[in-house]
T-cell receptor, first 113, second 116 residues
Framework: ETGVTQSPTHLIKTRGQQVTLRCSSQ?????VSWYQQALGQGPQFIFQ???????GRGNFPPRFSGLQFPNYSSELNVNALELDDSALYLC????????????FGPGTRLTVT | QQQVKQSPQSLIVQKGGISIINCAYE??????FPWYQQFPGKGPALLIAIRPDVSEKKEGRFTISFNKSAKQFSLHIMDSQPGDSATYFC???????????????FGKGTLLTVNP
C-alpha cells in the first residue's frame, strides 16, 4: 500500500509569484485535505476535496485554490504569494468510510522571498 | 479563537519516565480526538485516537485519557524512550457544515525531549 506522496519537497518563490503543489493520496482514499504549518505551529486546515469538489474551507483567502482529479490526486495553488505564505504545506488523505482518520504526506516546504 | 489548547509547550523527560501532554477543547461538536507525532522534516504521523464515548484508550506505551465533562484529553507515554523525542500534536475533528467529511483542528504542539 502506497502512502501519501507530495511534490516538490522544497520550493523557493518570490513574492507575487504563483505556485502549484501536488499530492497523491494513499491507495483507496478519495478525500484529500490540505494544511498549512507555519514554523513552530500546528497545521491549519486550508480546504478539503472530495469527489473532485471543494468540501469545506478554513480561514484562508481565495488566492488559495485547489483541484482534485479523477484518480483522487490533488493540487494546491497559491496566487500572489506573500512572505507569510512561507510554511510547510501538508496534504492528508482519508478513506471513503467517513474520513476521520487522516494520513499525512511529508509536506512541501515553501519559502517566499 | 484557538479551539484546541495544548500544554506544555515543551517537555523534558528522563528515559523510562512518563510523558504527559494535555489538551483542552471548546467546541462540543468535536467527536474525534487524534494525537499525531511529528519528527523534524516529516509530516505528522497518526499515533492514537479516541472518541468521546470512551474514557481511555491504550495502544502499547501510548494511552489517551478523555474527560468529556471537562472537555479535556491527554496523552501519556509510558517508559519514554529517546526515540520518542518529537513534537506531539493533539487534534480534534468535527464534521464541516454542509459537508460529508471531517477536518482537523490542531493544538500548537509539544516538543518532547527524552534524555538517555
Amino acid at each position: 500500500e502506497t502512502g501519501v506522496t507530495q511534490s516538490p519537497t522544497h520550493l523557493i518563490k518570490t513574492r507575487g509569484q504563483q505556485v502549484t503543489l501536488r499530492c497523491s493520496s494513499q491507495s483507496g482514499h478519495n478525500t484529500v485535505s490540505w494544511y498549512q504549518q507555519a514554523l513552530g505551529q500546528g497545521p491549519q486546515f486550508i480546504f478539503q476535496y472530495y469527489r473532485e469538489e471543494e468540501n469545506g474551507r478554513g480561514n484562508f483567502p481565495p488566492r488559495f485554490s485547489g483541484l482534485q482529479f479523477p484518480n483522487y490526486s490533488s493540487e494546491l495553488n497559491v496566487n500572489a504569494l506573500e512572505l507569510d505564505d512561507s510554511a510547510l504545506y501538508l496534504c492528508a488523505s482519508s478513506s471513503p468510510s467517513g474520513g476521520k482518520e487522516q494520513y499525512f504526506g511529508p509536506g512541501t516546504r515553501l519559502t517566499v522571498t | 479563537q484557538q479551539q484546541v489548547k495544548q500544554s506544555p509547550q515543551s517537555l523534558i523527560v528522563q528515559k523510562g519516565g512518563i510523558s504527559i501532554i494535555n489538551c483542552a477543547y471548546e467546541n462540543t461538536a468535536f467527536d474525534y480526538f487524534p494525537w499525531y507525532q511529528q519528527f523534524p522534516g516529516k509530516g505528522p504521523a497518526l499515533l492514537i485516537a479516541i472518541r468521546p464515548d470512551v474514557s481511555e484508550k491504550k495502544e502499547g506505551r501510548f494511552t489517551i485519557s478523555f474527560n468529556k465533562s471537562a472537555k479535556q484529553f491527554s496523552l501519556h507515554i509510558m517508559d519514554s524512550q529517546p526515540g520518542d523525542s518529537a513534537t506531539y500534536f493533539c487534534a480534534a475533528s468535527a464534521r464541516p457544515s454542509g459537508g460529508s467529511n471531517y477536518k482537523l483542528t490542531f493544538g500548537k504542539g509539544t516538543l518532547l525531549t527524552v534524555n538517555p
